[in-house]
C-alpha cells in the first residue's frame, strides 16, 4: 500500500509538471524536485542499459532511407518514445509514429534500425561534468527492427507513451498514428573505459529493479510492484510523501 501511495504522488507530480510544460515533457525524471535515480553499477551493463532506457523520454532512430534524395544511405531522426510509465520500465522503447513520417517509409522498405539513446539527454552528464562523448556519459545503441504493436501489447504502449508524452493526445487524428516498438537484438552499452559492452536481449529483459518493502531501508524508494527503480531519498523532495508512511 505503501508503495502504492508513493507512485500515485508521484505520478500525480509527474502529471502536473507535464501539464505545467505544456506537454513537453521529455525528461521528466529529472525536473523540479523529481530527480534521476542513481545510475546502477557501470560494471552491470545490462543493469545500465535498462536505466538508459527508462530514464528516455527520447531517442534517435537510425534508418536506412529509402528517401531518393539519399537511398541506402544512413538516416536519423528523433522520436519521442516510452518503456513505460515513470518506475515500471519494461525495456521495450514504443513509439507513437505516422505514414507522413520519413522514417516510416523508411521502415516499410527495410525494418533494421538502431535507436540510441544517451544520459546526455538527462541532466546526469552535465551534473557530473561528463562530455556527452565521455563514456561516463552513459549511453546505448539498441538494434533491431521496428514493428507495430498487436492487440496484446496496445493497451500497454498507449499509457506507457501518453503518461510520458501527453501532448500526443492531440495530436492530429489524420496523421494516422499507430503505436510501434523496437524489437531488439543487438545491444551495445557504453558506460566505461575500454570499449562498448555487448549485453544479449535476454540480459537485458531479465534485469529486474529493486524491491523493498519499504522498511529497515530508508535509503531506498519502490516506485511501483512491477519494474522498480530504486531512488536515494536525498533526491527525492520529502514533502511529495508527506502523506505516506514508510
Ligand atoms: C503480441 O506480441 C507479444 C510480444 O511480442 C506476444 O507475446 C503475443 O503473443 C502477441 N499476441 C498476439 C495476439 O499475436
Ligand atoms: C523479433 O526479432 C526476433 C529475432 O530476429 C524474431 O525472431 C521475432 O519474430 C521478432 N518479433 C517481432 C514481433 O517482430
Ligand atoms: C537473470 O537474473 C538472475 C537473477 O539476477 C541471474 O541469476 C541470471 O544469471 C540472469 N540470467 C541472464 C540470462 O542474465
Redesign the pocket.
Known amino acids: 500500500m505503501t508503495g502504492r501511495c508513493a507512485l500515485l504522488l508521484l505520478l500525480a507530480l509527474l502529471g502536473l509538471q507535464a501539464e505545467a510544460r505544456g506537454g513537453r515533457g521529455h525528461g521528466e525524471w529529472d525536473t523540479g524536485d523529481v530527480k534521476l535515480p542513481p545510475l546502477p553499477p557501470r560494471e552491470d551493463a545490462?543493469r545500465v542499459a535498462r536505466f538508459v532506457t527508462h530514464v528516455s523520454g527520447w531517442g534517435a532512430l537510425a534508418t536506412i532511407s529509402a528517401n531518393p534524395a539519399v537511398r541506402g544511405r544512413p538516416f536519423v531522426d528523433v522520436l519521442s518514445l516510452s518503456d513505460g510509465p515513470p518506475g515500471s520500465g519494461s525495456g521495450v522503447p514504443y513509439f507513437y509514429l505516422s505514414p507522413l513520417m520519413q522514417t516510416v517509409q523508411d521502415l516499410q522498405e527495410n525494418l533494421y534500425s538502431t535507436l540510441t539513446l544517451s544520459l546526455a539527454q538527462t541532466s546526469y552528464c552535465v551534473n557530473h561534468g561528463f562530455d556527452p562523448q565521455s563514456p561516463l556519459c552513459a549511453h546505448t545503441m539498441l538494434s533491431g527492427t521496428v514493428t507495430k504493436v498487436n492487440e496484446t501489447e496496445l493497451d500497454f504502449a498507449k499509457t506507457s507513451l501518453f503518461t510520458r508524452h501527453p501532448a500526443m493526445k492531440t495530436w492530429p487524428s489524420s496523421h494516422n498514428w499507430f503505436f510501434a516498438k523496437l524489437n531488439i537484438t543487438n545491444i551495445w552499452v557504453v558506460d566505461y573505459f575500454g570499449g562498448a559492452k555487448v549485453v544479449?536481449p535476454?540480459?537485458y529483459y531479465?534485469?529486474?529493479f529493486h524491491r523493498d518493502s519499504g522498511h529497515d531501508q530508508s535509503h531506498l524508494l519502490s516506485l511501483s510492484d512491477g519494474g522498480i527503480l530504486t531512488t536515494e531519498d536525498k533526491h527525492m523532495h520529502p514533502g511529495h510523501l508527506l502523506s505516506c508512511t514508510w
Do not use: D, H, R, S
Open positions: 545490462a544479449t535476454e540480459e531479465n534485469v529486474t
